[in-house]
């Protein structure tokens, strides 16, 4: 789950179109904030508004006709729609006075904040959020309501006269308020998901267009040089990529067929010049009597003979790709092969001090070509003679692997293949660094390739057996043959060829 | 011996003519396949070396209507088709050998000397001697100097190979295809290896070594 997560993640896709999701959702909190602040916002700003101005006008009225008119004025607005208040002062003769509609009930205070009113006077007002309980009555339960008020003293010359409380039953607004935010916080989470659903669809979507190219990559590095990218002719991005990658691909395969073509041909042409320069160099070599010279006409014989078998196994490796020799393969038990080339190679292991072994198990049939395979094993037991230093071991084994199939295996402990380069040295004349110093072509291992895959055999390159002093990993080559596919009811046949 | 050479490039033509005449032999050339299957009606060849592509005629039709004629010359066929199955059909079409352009002269004469009538390989012998070494292939024995002397299966068909080309050069090739049936050419000496086990037995605690090697060419078994 948390492995599935992180790829999801990791897609550039999910991510771009989560981004988008995201914005999408800022977009609507900041355009359904606009909304709330211009519905809502403005109503209690109003009310503020309106609270102040009824202030200013209870402080004229106490300036102007005194505290008695004052208290009569707030009697008659209290209870009045949505008003509330509260007005306490002291009499002339020392007894307190108590009008307005606030006083009975019981009051929560919420908040309070200190504001300054008008322009000159009413300081020291405070704005207040409470909460006013309403008791049951005949028709209606006890509800709360929540209030918006000022409260502060009225003056005279600078002295307090009456403290008041001016306020607004707000419930209704405050209950729209609730409604809008929740609206804005429900909006925005189901946006969130829409966006997260969407963007996981639209880049499952896309993935599994993009995975269909990276297959095609894997496949063409592969050395499936045939393979291209499925198109659907909606000619979007996707679809004019895959017909750009074709394209390109067509032209690196023709490029390719060309270069080879030009490689084989090179090689063939040179055949006959080589081959004359060769016997020029032989009937030189047995005519001259300067013994010095003699023995540089032979060297430039055997140059002249390593040219030539280079360019054999070009051509060779040429006409196995070509898969002409696929239709000659018969069903055969390659244990015999194996004896013969263990046999040749074991005094040469031997007389160069490394150890040989087998393991070379009968009644694993194959489908395949003596003499191909004779030269596949004999490539692989000369190049791990070659490598292998003395006192290493090489071992070869014909076996049946757990999956059934039929494996030709050459182990040595030598020093191995780098696990990036066991790749690149299937190649035609790639060769390692460290192996440029021995003689060969780099042609090796490139024809054991081609004979595998004219087996439709895999050619593995592993670490080997680690050698004793545990320094080099050795190397391990492995051809796995697929299983012979039974022929149908052969019986019948028999029986009918035998009528 | 003997030889016509049918051969379309005269410049390996010349060559061959020129190596076969300092190795003692007759050549006679012909530039294409109809003056060759003339040529060799007209005489009486000791061997022929033929190659397959061949203006007028085609070297492949040359052989069968010299093998229809009853004309058994025995033939070495060249050709720069190398692969075993054509090598295969050279020989099934009626060749006695078959040599894979670009070759070594040095291989071409071991060939061509190998196949020739003086020494006829399919002749019925029991019994192959050179000097004091002796061979019999019915009781799979081999004697030096009335000694026995004891060989592995392997080291019996080399020797015999050898053996029955006593005198002449035996190629590395020729002992790959002729002792193990392997049409490619190792990179490594691996012959070379086997020859000096076998030389190790018939030649070791004597004092006239019979197994040679000829450099740049192969070996040659020889008093």
New interface residues.
């Given amino acids: 789950m948390r492995a599935a997560l992180i790829k999801l993640y990791r897609n550039t896709l999910f991510r771009l179109s989560l981004l988008g999701a995201v914005f999408f959702v800022v977009a609507l909190i900041i355009a359904l904030g606009n909304v709330y602040f211009l519905t809502i916002s403005r109503e209690i700003a109003q009310v503020d508004k309106s609270l102040a101005a009824e202030v200013e006008e209870f402080q004229e009225i106490l300036e102007t006709r005194g505290l008695i008119p004052l208290g009569n004025e707030v009697f008659l607005r209290s209870g009045s729609g949505d008003r509330h208040y509260l007005l306490t002062a002291r009499n002339q003769d020392g007894k307190d006075m108590v009008t307005g509609n606030l006083g009975e009930q019981i009051v929560t205070l919420k908040r309070q904040e200190k504001t300054v009113l008008g322009e000159e006077g009413t300081e020291g007002f405070t704005k207040v959020d409470f909460i006013l309980v309403v008791p049951a009555t005949d028709t209606n339960p006890a509800s709360d309501r929540r209030m918006r008020g000022l409260s502060g003293y009225l003056q005279i010359d600078g002295k307090n006269v009456a403290a008041v409380v001016a306020s607004r039953d707000v419930e209704v607004t405050m209950r729209t308020a609730e409604r809008v935010k929740n609206a804005i916080f429900s909006s925005s989470a189901i946006a969130l998901v829409l966006g997260l659903i969407s963007s996981w669809f639209v880049s499952r979507k896309f993935t599994q267009r993009v995975e269909a190219f990276n297959r095609l990559a894997t496949d063409v590095r592969a050395g499936h040089l045939d393979r291209r990218a499925p198109r659907n002719y909606s000619e979007d991005e996707m679809d004019l990529l895959a017909e750009h990658l074709n394209d390109m691909l067509d032209h690196i395969d023709r490029l390719m067929k060309a270069m080879r073509y030009a490689g084989d041909s090179i090689a063939?042409d040179l055949?006959?010049p080589?081959?004359?320069l060769?016997?020029?160099l032989?009937?030189a070599?047995s005519e001259i009597k300067d013994p010095l010279a003699q023995e540089t006409l032979?060297a430039a014989?055997?140059d002249a003979?390593q040219l030539?078998?280079t360019?054999?196994s070009v051509?060779?490796i040429a006409?196995l790709e070509a898969g002409e020799?696929r239709e000659?393969l018969s069903e055969i038990d390659p244990k015999p092969i194996l004896d013969?080339i263990a046999?040749?190679?074991e005094?040469?292991c031997e007389?160069v001090g490394l150890s040989f072994s087998s393991d070379i198990r009968a009644g694993h049939l194959i489908s395949a070509d003596r003499?191909l395979i004779?030269?596949a094993v004999?490539?692989l037991v000369?190049n791990a003679?070659?490598y292998t230093p003395k006192g290493g071991a090489i071992h070869v084994s014909l076996l049946r692997n757990k999956e059934g199939r039929t494996e030709i295996s050459i182990v040595d402990d030598g020093p191995g293949i780098p696990e990036g380069s066991r790749q690149r040295v299937k190649e035609r004349f790639v060769r390692l660094d460290v192996s440029r110093s021995e003689?060969?072509s780099g042609l090796?291992l490139a024809l054991v390739d081609a004979i595998a895959d004219l087996h439709r055999a895999t050619f593995a390159l592993e670490e080997g057996r680690k050698s004793g002093d545990g320094l080099r990993p050795g190397l391990s080559a492995r051809l796995t043959f697929p299983r012979i596919r039974k022929q149908k009811q052969p019986s019948v046949q028999l029986a009918q060829a035998a009528e | 011996m003997r030889i016509l050479v049918v051969e379309d490039d005269d410049i390996a033509a010349e060559y061959v003519r020129k190596g076969l005449m300092e190795a003692g032999h007759v050549v006679d050339l012909a530039p294409d396949g109809e003056l060759g299957l003339e040529m060799a009606r007209a005489a009486d060849y000791d061997a022929m070396i033929l190659d397959r592509m061949l203006p007028k005629r085609d070297g492949m039709s040359v052989l069968a209507e010299m093998r229809a004629d009853g004309d058994s010359t025995p033939v070495l066929i060249l050709s720069a088709l190398g692969e075993v199955d054509q090598k295969v059909e050279g020989l099934r079409g009626g060749g006695d050998d078959y040599l894979a352009k670009p070759y070594s002269f040095t291989e071409l004469l071991a060939r061509v000397e190998a196949i020739g009538r003086r020494s006829d390989p399919t002749a019925a012998v029991t019994k192959l001697k050179c000097a004091d070494l002796e061979m019999d292939l019915l009781a799979r024995t081999v004697r030096r100097a009335g000694k026995n002397v004891l060989l592995q299966p392997r080291e019996f068909r080399l020797l015999e190979c050898l053996m029955r080309n006593a005198g002449r050069v035996v190629t590395r090739t020729m002992l790959l295809e002729k002792v193990w049936d392997y049409h490619f050419d190792p990179q490594t000496n691996v012959i070379d290896v086997h020859i000096s086990r076998l030389r190790g037995k018939i030649d070791k605690d004597f004092d006239e070594p019979l197994l040679h090697t000829v450099r740049g060419a192969g070996y040659r078994l020889q008093a």
Wanted: proline share 5%; net charge positive; hydrophobic share 25%.
């Fill in positions: 063939h055949r006959s080589l081959t004359r060769r016997t020029r032989e009937t070599a032979f014989s055997d003979d030539l078998k360019f054999d051509l060779r006409r020799r000659m013969d046999e040749l190679y005094p040469a007389d003499g004779s030269q004999s490539n000369e003679i070659k003689p060969g090796g």
